[in-house]
């Protein structure tokens, strides 16, 4: 039962243009959305997160969307950078306690 | 957001054998957690661990296999028992961080090879 999808196992995007990555859900009681960046051999840095009771969240380049009718919510970055090029994975909380993830989309950024 | 240590880094194991994690946190938190990731998967929660209690295990792990200690509030310990090359993936630990306490800050993983 995979609570939190990622679709797109991969996405390429050339640099300055937007990165969209997309999640969706389906357990309606997460009430926290977040995303995390992990290049390899390193563990997931903390990006950006959400609460349920919001639809957007914006922090420098990383903008996340919420739309809880939908069970979707999205990452966009503007302006794309090399630096990007990482998996990205989002999660969802139930009240403070684990993260449940979804698989992961690996974000490269062309030149 | 805090400072995460783990030890070993990597460890390449035979089957049978066991091997212990170490998770090493700068600062005093009341839960931390443990994670696996299997290659190519995504990151999968093994357990919870309070300081002074016993840990809360997700479906589909048992405290045999993975017995988890946490003697203090900046230190736990994940045993991976009885190795076989399943076994093999990242194990991660992580603690409750941010604003609000939902966010989860994870250490740098140990990467375990079981042969």
């Known amino acids: 039962d995979q609570q939190v999808k990622q679709n797109s196992p991969s996405l390429s995007v050339q640099e300055g243009r937007i990165s969209i990555l997309n999640c969706d859900y389906t357990?309606?009681?997460?009430?926290?959305f977040l995303w995390y960046k992990k290049y390899p051999a390193e563990g997931p840095t903390f990006l950006i997160s959400?609460?349920?009771?919001?639809d957007k969240n914006e922090d420098g380049r990383f903008t996340v969307f919420l739309n809880k009718s939908a069970k979707h919510l999205s990452l966009h970055i503007v302006p794309s950078q090399p630096g990007d090029s990482a998996v990205y994975f989002c999660?969802?909380?139930?009240?403070?306690?684990?993260?449940?993830f979804g698989q992961g989309t690996r974000l490269t950024i062309n030149p | 957001s805090a400072v995460i240590s783990q030890k070993p880094s990597r460890d390449i194991c035979q089957r049978g054998t066991s091997l212990t994690i170490q998770c090493q946190v700068d600062?005093?938190?009341?839960?931390m957690f443990w994670y696996r990731q299997q290659p190519g998967q995504s990151l999968t929660l093994i357990a919870t661990?309070?300081?002074?209690?016993?840990?809360?295990?997700e479906s589909g792990f048992v405290i045999d296999k993975f017995p988890i200690s946490r003697p203090n509030l900046t230190f736990s310990t994940l045993t991976v028992s009885n190795m076989s090359p399943e076994d093999s993936s990242i194990y991660l630990c992580?603690?409750?961080?941010?604003?609000?306490?939902?966010?989860?800050?994870f250490g740098p993983g140990t990467r375990l090879t079981v042969t």
């Open positions: 992580s603690v409750q961080g941010g604003k609000i306490g939902y966010e989860q800050y």
């Open positions: 357990n309606s009681m997460f009430d926290y």
């Open positions: 959400i609460s349920s009771i919001k």
């Open positions: 999660a969802a909380s139930q009240g403070a306690q684990k993260l449940v």
């Open positions: 600062s005093q938190v009341t839960m």
């Open positions: 661990a309070n300081q002074g209690s016993e840990a809360t295990y």
